[in-house]
C-alpha cells in the first residue's frame, strides 16, 4: 500500500530534516494554538459577560483540566508513538493493529476520568483552598467538562494517530472548525440560553463532539492506514504492553506537572479573587505563548519515531540540532512579544478599568517570557527521547518540574506574594531541562551511535 493513496500523510524518514520538521510544525502549531484557544475563548467570553468573579471561577479551575487533559495528552500521544515507529519500519498491519490498541485503551481511560472526576472535582476545589464566592461556579464548570471526558480523549486519540502518519495538517482543519463552532455556541449557551458558566462548558463538549465525528469522516476517506478491522483488536501480548509502556509514563509525567500546578493553584487562591482571575488571564495567553516551542516537541517525537523506526539514527541527531535552532528563535520573538505587550491582551479579558489584574498578568508574563528559552530544549530533549522509546528520564523530568513548583507554592508565594507564583513556572523548566539534556546527550554517543 502505497503512501501517496492515504491523505496526507508523510514519511519523514526521507528528504532534508529542517525543512520536513518546520512544515510539519507550522500545521501542528496552529493545530495547537486552535486547542489553547478552547480555554482563551471560554475565559473570554466569561470574563467579559460575566464579570471578574465568574473569570476567577472557570481560571481556577485550570490545574484541574491540566490534569485530565495533560495525562490525557500524554498517554495518547506516548500510544501514537508505537503508530509512528510501525509506519516508519512500513510495517502497516502494524499500524492499524496499534490504532486499535490506541481505540481501546483510549475508551477504557475515559471511563476511568468521567467516574474519578466527576465524583471528586468538588472535593479537590474544597482542598484546593477555592474561594467559597467562586466555588459553586467552579465547580458548575469543571463538573461538565469531566463529564465529558471521553470528547477530550479521542479528539487527542484521534489527531494523534493522524499526526504519527505525518499529517499535521487536517488535524489543524478540523481544530479550527472545532474552535469555531465553539465561539459561536457559547454566547448563545452563556447570554442567550442563560446558562451561564455552566452553558460555557456545555458548549465546549458539543463543539468537541462535531470535531471527533470530522475526525472519523476524515480517516473513513483518506487515511486508509488507519482503516481498523475485527481482527486488529486480536491483541498481541508483547505490543499491548509496549504501548502501555510509553504512553503511561507519559501520561503521568504530565499528571505530575499537572499536581505542581495545584499545589500551586491552592497557594495563589490564597492571595484572593483578584490574583486568581489575573494568573488565569495571563497564563491562557502563556498557554498560546508557548505553543511555537510546544510544537516543535511535538514534531520532533513524531519525526523522531519514524526515523527510529527506519533505523535512521544519524538523521534523528541532524534534527534535533536544527529543531534546536529554529525553536528558540521563536521562543525570543514570543517573548518579546508578551513583554512589550502582553497588558493590553489581558485588558481584553477584563477591561481597561481592571488595573490591578493588568499589571498582575503583565508581570507574569515578563517573568515567564524571559525563560521561553529554556522550555524550548525541553520540550525538543523530552519528545526525542519519547520518540525513541524512553520513558524513565521524562519521567524523572516531570517529577523535578513537580519538586520546583511545589517548592515555589511553599516557599516564594508566601514571602514574594504573586511574584512567587510567577517564578514557579521558570523554575520547573529549568529544572526539568538539566536532566532531560543530559539524557538526551548520553543517548546520542550510546544508542544512536553519534560520536560527535
Known amino acids: 500500500m502505497s503512501t501517496q493513496d492515504n ?14 520538521i518546520l512544515y510539519f510544525t507550522l500545521p501542528l502549531l496552529a493545530g495547537n494554538i486552535f486547542q489553547q484557544l478552547f480555554g482563551f475563548v471560554d ?20 490545574p484541574m483540566m491540566f490534569l485530565m487533559l495533560g495525562f490525557v495528552n500524554g498517554m495518547t500521544s506516548g500510544f501514537s508513538i508505537c503508530t509512528g515507529q510501525s509506519f516508519g ?7 492499524r493493529k496499534s490504532a486499535a490498541i490506541c481505540v481501546a485503551l483510549s475508551f477504557a481511560a475515559s471511563i476511568v476520568l468521567t467516574i474519578v472526576g466527576v465524583m471528586f ?27 465529558g471526558a471521553v470528547m477530550f480523549v479521542f479528539q487527542m486519540m484521534l489527531t494523534n494517530l493522524i499526526r504519527a502518519l505525518g499529517d499535521s495538517k487536517m488535524p489543524t482543519v478540523i481544530q479550527a472548525t472545532t474552535l469555531v463552532i465553539n465561539i459561536l455556541l457559547e454566547p448563545v449557551a452563556i ?55 510509553i504512553g503511561l509514563p507519559m501520561g503521568f509525567q504530565s499528571s505530575i506537572i499537572a499536581i505542581g500546578a495545584v499545589v500551586l493553584q491552592i497557594a495563589l487562591n490564597g492571595l484572593g479573587s483578584v490574583a486568581v482571575a489575573s494568573f488565569a488571564a495571563a497564563h491562557r495567553v502563556d498557554g498560546i505563548a508557548v505553543m511555537p516551542m510546544m510544537s516543535f516537541g511535538v514534531a520532533m517525537a513524531a519525526y523522531t519515531a519514524q526515523n527510529f523506526g527506519a533505523k535512521k539514527f544519524g538523521r534523528i541527531v541532524d534534527g534535533v540540532k536544527k529543531c534546536i535552532l529554529m525553536s528558540c528563535s521563536f521562543s525570543v520573538l514570543v517573548a518579546a512579544f508578551n513583554i512589550y505587550c502582553g497588558d493590553m491582551i489581558i485588558e481584553l479579558f477584563v477591561g481597561a ?30 519528545f ?22 511545589i517548592a515555589a507554592a511553599i516557599f516564594l508565594v508566601d514571602k514574594l ?36
Request: proline share 3%.
Open 89 to 95: 519500519a512500513k510495517d502497516f498491519d502494524g499500524v
Open 191 to 245: 447570554i442567550g440560553l442563560g446558562l451561564g458558566i455552566p452553558g460555557s462548558a456545555g458548549a465546549t463538549i458539543v463543539a468537541l463532539t462535531i470535531g471527533n465525528i470530522l475526525c472519523l469522516v476524515y480517516i473513513k476517506k483518506r487515511v486508509n492506514f488507519l482503516h481498523v478491522r475485527r481482527e486488529d483488536f486480536s491483541f498481541d501480548k508483547e505490543f499491548l504492553l509496549e504501548h502501555l509502556r
Open 7 to 20: 491523505g496526507a500523510v508523510k514519511d519523514l524518514t526521507v528528504g532534508e530534516p529542517a525543512r520536513l
Open 121 to 147: 472535582c468538588r472535593e479537590l476545589l474544597i482542598a484546593m483552598n477555592t474561594p467559597e464566592e467562586i466555588l459553586d461556579g467552579a465547580y458548575s464548570f469543571i463538573a461538565i467538562i469531566y463529564g
Open 353 to 382: 478599568e481592571e488595573v490591578s489584574v493588568i499589571e498582575y498578568g503583565r508581570l507574569f508574563l515578563i517573568v515567564t517570557g524571559l525563560s521561553y528559552w529554556a522550555l524550548a530544549l525541553l520540550f525538543i530533549f523530552r
Open 417 to 452: 506574594g504573586f511574584l512567587g507564583a510567577c517564578l514557579a513556572a521558570p523554575m520547573a523548566w529549568i529544572g526539568g531541562l538539566i536532566p532531560l539534556a543530559i539524557a538526551f546527550v548520553r543517548t546520542a554517543k550510546k544508542q544512536l551511535g553519534i560520536r560527535n
Open 384 to 405: 526525542t527521547l519519547q520518540g525513541l522509546g524512553q520513558s524513565f528520564v521524562p519521567t524523572l523530568a516531570g517529577i523535578t518540574e513537580l519538586v520546583m513548583r
Open 43 to 62: 475565559t473570554l467570553i466569561v470574563g467579559r459577560f460575566l464579570g471578574v468573579e465568574a473569570l476567577a471561577a472557570v481560571g481556577c479551575t485550570g
